[in-house]
């Protein structure tokens, strides 16, 4: 460590690193790996797959893991012998000019890749962990016969054995919100190891529309901005929709998004009597995002428990209002004063809220200050980057001390 600059070995940065394609988890590695470089810290930067536009500065490298094993089980033993014998050439390397300070994963942190580290006499940050989805966030599912929820319960329990395992050898736990204590396991065991720290965003990039950009001639516009899993709300909004369209007969509503549900999607908005009034994008851009949330006038996310949502932020620094659903993650980014959130799966609940929204100026004002408000305290990447560099000081400090106490004497 030279002064407070750090030299960071992030072992897995994410399934797919990228900064401009639509990967929620990539985008969110990019961005803390970015603005750590930013601050002038060095990071060595593993990830199984990337794909990343333009140059990079000379403070971060990357170095693409490609494992041979088919299997899920020997892909993840194949990737941690080469994180860990990659961490062990870049501590070789760099022993005199810069030695490896801090290991952090970031997300996911569910597959036991940091025990790799076991060992290493290094502080090992896991985070930030959001988190998971509810059982029930597909519906249809058909029930299992006997032996398959043997099988389900056998993995359960190796599970929560790996995450006992990582969470004792991690020196810090990073979270998104109070709900991912809820992937933690026994997390009253690892208090002294909890760090809430959200996920960042861009609040220059994503920012308020100017006066001259409120409103538009064509009515007011619901944005629905995500893939088109069913567990997203889709069809709840679109039954929704039916309603609100009714009520404010110049609503509009932007569907950006793609796969999943696809078909079916695009079968209820031909068979809709409103159908003119719904368009489709299909998968935007990245650039397009920024001007998507400006042009919106509410934005909406009824999903059935989502994690951590990258859509919520950037709504939230758009100064836009959202309506979303009381679960998961999303329900304690947005304040209370900055949308309406309503059961998963309640179509009327979720019309209503609409309809209140959409059909008051002054509210949709009020909400949008207290959003971007929200986004710029606690959000904004500056501040996150703020918080996460406490925590590096602080293991340093703490792993300082302990080299320097003296060793127990023999008589």
């Given at each position: 460590m030279t002064g407070n600059k750090f030299s960071i070995f992030v072992p897995h940065a994410s399934d797919f690193l990228t900064n401009h394609r639509s990967h929620g988890d990539g985008l969110t590695a990019f961005g803390f790996i970015s603005r750590l470089a930013a601050r002038g810290h060095m990071l060595h930067v593993a990830a199984p797959e990337m794909d990343i536009k333009g140059d990079l500065p000379a403070n971060i490298r990357l170095y693409p893991i490609k494992t041979l094993a088919k299997s899920m089980i020997l892909h993840r033993l194949e990737y941690m012998l080469r994180s860990r014998l990659l961490l062990n050439r870049l501590r070789r390397a760099g022993q005199d000019d810069s030695p490896i300070d801090v290991i952090h994963q970031l997300n996911p942190v569910n597959?036991?890749?940091?025990?790799?580290?076991l060992g290493s006499g290094l502080p090992v940050v896991l985070g930030v962990i959001v988190p998971g989805w509810p059982q029930d966030a597909e519906e249809g599912s058909v029930k299992q016969p006997i032996w398959k929820q043997l099988i389900e319960g056998l993995k359960m329990w190796c599970k929560r054995r790996l995450l006992t395992l990582q969470q004792w050898q991690a020196s810090a736990l990073l979270i998104a919100t109070p709900a991912a204590?809820?992937?933690?396991?026994?997390?009253?065991?690892?208090e002294h190891k909890i760090v809430q720290l959200p996920l960042g965003v861009d609040t220059a990039r994503f920012h308020p529309a100017e006066d001259s950009e409120e409103g538009t001639a064509d009515g007011p516009n619901i944005l629905f901005l995500a893939n088109l899993w069913r567990r997203k709300g889709i069809f709840t909004l679109l039954d929704a929709f039916a309603q609100v369209a009714e009520e404010i007969p110049t609503c509009r509503l932007t569907i950006a998004g793609g796969g999943g549900e696809l078909e079916e999607v695009e079968r209820r908005i031909a068979a809709s009597p409103y159908r003119d009034r719904i368009r489709m994008l299909g998968p935007v851009e990245r650039d397009r995002t920024p001007e998507l949330m400006r042009n919106c006038t509410v934005y909406c996310l009824p999903a059935y428990g989502e994690p951590f949502a990258n859509s919520v932020l950037e709504a939230l620094a758009s100064g836009r209002p959202i309506v979303a659903t009381n679960a998961g993650g999303i329900k304690e980014m947005i304040p209370d004063g900055g949308g309406r959130k309503v059961p998963p799966r309640d179509a009327n609940a979720l019309a209503e809220a609409l309809i209140e929204v959409l059909g008051s100026p002054e509210l949709q004002t009020e909400m949008g200050r207290c959003n971007r408000r929200k986004a710029e305290q606690?959000?904004?990447?500056?501040?996150?980057?703020?918080?996460?560099?406490?925590v590096y000081g602080q293991l340093m400090a703490t792993q300082h001390q302990q080299q320097e106490a003296p060793s127990p004497q023999t008589y």
């Open positions: 597959k036991g890749l940091s025990l790799a580290m204590r809820g992937d933690l396991h026994r997390a009253e065991r690892v606690f959000f904004a990447w500056d501040r996150v980057i703020d918080r996460l560099e406490a």
